[in-house]
């Protein structure tokens, strides 16, 4: 059995609600907000934007947005 399995055999999965509708990730960098952060550079984004839509039970859907500034040290 290889690492790889062994680790995914010992994952505990907890969902976190059965309503959610999306969920979506920005990065910001080269000074704008982008869907797709290709990863080839050695620079990390400036900042990630989280963003997920829930089902509330009376029907209606909430949004919820955080964006995470990302720290590079020199």
């Not at 399995?5 to 609600?17: D, E, M, V």
């Not at 080269?30 to 990863?39: A, K, L, P």
């Not at 997920?52 to 040290?73: C, D, E, M, W």
């Amino acid at each position: 059995e290889t690492d790889q399995k062994k680790l995914k055999s010992q994952l505990i999965r907890y969902p976190i609600t059965s309503d959610l509708a999306s969920f979506n990730i920005r990065y910001f960098s080269d000074n704008r907000w982008q869907d797709e952060w290709e990863g080839k550079s050695s620079n990390l984004p400036k900042a990630v934007e989280i963003g997920i839509k829930i089902y509330h039970p009376n029907g209606q859907a909430l949004s919820f947005k955080t964006a995470v500034f990302l720290y590079a040290g020199s």
